[in-house]
């Protein structure tokens, strides 16, 4: 398992790598394109785990460490009796090379645990919002909301708090244009993919950036949508 991550965390960051070069050498500006070059990286990422158990495996340790942990070594003479009496305490208890992986295995599922939860209830509220949400004038509309929001995976829908119907019509609209450009384009199911990713590589800085970059490049995108509309 530890390998299995180790692997996909070191392909993942390749990706990410690979993918910001070209961006950087195409020059490429477009908020949407950019999403879609990340949304690539996430799904990516998200896929490596599985890719690294079946796939082919990358060697990531080098022949030094292989020899220490697995058989003889040819080193230095003075370190030769430290390294060997390291190796002949690993045969004689072969229980202790294995505690620390345990450790790390049960952190990870501990960490792994917590951030699922809070994906869960994340999601679980966000749908009970949406079921409580009243028609108001042919639109959904909920006390709780602070501000437009889309909800939802396969059928995002829009969300509006109470109040809007005295918003001036300009600010109604642009504000629908924004939520629908959300709905056209399935941001709600590409951040609950980044926040799954994250609750997986909890522990890689690389998918924390990842979902709070899309993000961000999701509401720049819609932005854009709405200045291209002549708001």
């Known amino acids: 398992m530890l390998s299995m991550f180790w692997e ?49 495996a990358i060697k990531v340790t080098s022949p030094v ?39 790390v295995v049960a952190i990870y599922l501990a960490g792994l ?17 949406l079921r409580m949400a009243q028609v108001v004038q042919g639109k959904l509309t ?9 909800i939802g995976f396969l059928r ?10 005295e918003w001036p019509r300009e600010q109604l609209q642009l504000a629908l244009t924004h939520e629908q450009e959300h709905v056209r384009r399935r941001d709600p199911l590409f951040q609950w993919v980044a926040l799954l990713n994250r609750a997986v590589f ?6 924390w950036w990842l979902e709070r970059h899309i993000a961000g490049l999701a509401e720049e995108a819609c932005d854009d949508a709405v200045l291209a509309e002549g708001y």
């Open 8 to 56: 996909a965390s070191v392909r993942a960051l390749a990706i990410a790598l690979a993918a910001g070069l070209v961006l950087r050498l195409a020059r490429i500006k477009a908020r949407a394109a950019r999403f879609q070059v990340w949304a690539a990286v996430l799904f990516s990422m998200l896929l490596l785990p599985a890719l690294a158990t079946w796939g082919p």
């Open 202 to 207: 909890w522990f890689h800085p690389l998918a």
């Open 156 to 165: 995002p829908k829009v969300v509006l708090p109470q109040g809007w119907t």
């Open 113 to 129: 645990f917590v951030m699922l939860l809070r994906l869960m209830l994340g999601t679980w509220q966000a749908l009970r919002l």
């Open 65 to 103: 460490m292989e020899s220490v942990v697995d058989g003889p070594i040819a080193l230095t003479p003075p370190l030769q009796p430290i390294v060997q009496a390291r190796h002949a305490s690993l045969q004689a208890n072969p229980g202790l090379s294995w505690d620390w992986r345990r450790a």
């Open 142 to 150: 909920h006390g709780s909301c602070a501000t437009p929001l889309t």
